[in-house]
């Protein structure tokens, strides 16, 4: 419908003639067919990666022990859930402290994502966080069972 009436408005205006009109059509579908190279897989790769960190955040012991909240049991805390009653009581810093000591600080040292996380985690970009936080949110959001 888009191409058509822009098609369309160029006859009229006399920008495109008819003759020129399966060429313009061809080209225009091809232009709309091919979204821009780069938008989605980097989108795509930038939650996978932040979900593998957020594992990690969630699992580094010296960071639950130096931010564990008084109001949280230690079971809890095993869990966590520090990042959780960091976050609900709007406290972000030991979580930017811990991404830029993790992460940010490397700069373009790591030649890439993978060679990052494998330097500081011991492993490469893994899907299965990404999965695990998306059944989770939406197992949570529709009342599904896992």
Known sequence: VILRYRLEREILEGKLSTSELPGAW??????LLQPPVGYFPTYLLGAMMAAQLDHYLR??????AAHAPSC?????????DVVDALVRRGEFSPLKAWLKEKVHDKGSEPKSMDDLLLEEFGEPLNATYFLEYLTKKYSDIYQLRT
Not at 72 to 80: I, N, Q, T, V
């Open 26 to 31: 061809a080209q225009g579908l091809k232009s």
């Open 59 to 64: 699992h580094d012991e010296a960071f639950r």
């Open 72 to 80: 949280l049991s230690p079971e809890e805390a095993e869990e966590g």
